[in-house]
T-cell receptor, first 114, second 111 residues
Framework: QKEVEQNSGPLSVPEGAIASLNCTYS??????FFWYRQYSGKSPELIMS????GDKEDGRFTAQLNKASQYVSLLIRDSQPSDSATYLC??????????????FGQGTILTVHP | NAGVTQTPKFRILKIGQSMTLQCTQD?????MYWYRQDPGMGLKLIYY???????DKGEVPNGYNVSRSTTEDFPLRLELAAPSQTSVYFC??????????FGSGTRLTVV
């Protein structure tokens, strides 16, 4: 089983719709969870972080965390063509000497079509 | 504020050659990391450092070496380049266990 697994893509949604990106992780002691956006040929950019169970909203983005189910998701409301990118889920298994190391999922390609 | 600066942006190496990928950050972050990204495979950790003079292996360290003589610099050394090292390399830094700031990446091809 992969440590961090994202829903297989690519995901295609119409402009204005809600895009839902999902991620599961295997290590129960994981403490910090991040979503990165990566445009083609560019470096990943941090868009959301979440540390406790529940929802966290930032503009059109909502991150949801359920530690009991080992599940984290990202919702993008009112999707725009500029949201078309690869979205990477990352998990910090920081316990003991793990420091700040992040484990990344393989990414989900999102396309928002006009 | 430059953030994380990586050089070079592109490089073609011949099998068996060596090179150093440079990474510098100006945010006074203690934690620095090197990842490689292969198509459809996400990011794999090569080496990381929690401060000057302290480095440790990540998931895929074979064929690479690092040093951390200052807080700002974290170069990655490739010895005896192999085609399997063809990839995009990202350096990143973070403050404590927060999210990363990534450099712009180095696209390396080994032929």
């Amino acid at each position: 089983q992969k440590e961090v697994e994202q829903n297989s893509g690519p995901l295609s949604v119409p402009e204005g719709a809600i895009a839902s990106l999902n991620c599961t992780y295997s290590d129960r002691v994981s403490q910090s969870f991040f979503w990165y956006r990566q445009y083609s040929g560019k470096s990943p950019e941090l868009i959301m972080s979440i540390y406790s169970n529940g929802d966290k909203e930032d503009g059109r983005f909502t991150a949801q965390l359920n530690k009991a189910s080992q599940y984290v998701s990202l919702l993008i409301r009112d999707s725009q063509p500029s949201d078309s990118a690869t979205y990477l889920c990352a998990v910090n298994n920081a316990g003991g000497t793990s420091y700040g190391k992040l484990t990344f999922g393989q990414g989900t390609i999102l396309t928002v079509h006009p | 504020n430059a953030g994380v600066t990586q050089t070079p942006k592109f490089r073609i190496l011949k099998i068996g050659q060596s090179m150093t990928l440079q990474c510098t950050q100006d945010m006074n972050h203690n934690y620095m990391y090197w990842y490689r990204q292969d198509p459809g495979m996400g990011l794999k950790l090569i080496y990381y450092s929690v401060g000057a003079g302290i480095t440790d292996k990540g998931e895929v360290p074979n064929g690479y070496n690092v040093s951390r003589s200052t807080t700002e610099d974290f170069p990655l050394r490739l010895e005896l380049a192999a085609p399997s090292q063809t990839s995009v390399y990202f350096c990143a830094s973070s403050f404590d266990r927060g999210g990363y700031t990534f450099g712009s990446g180095t696209r390396l091809t080994v032929v």
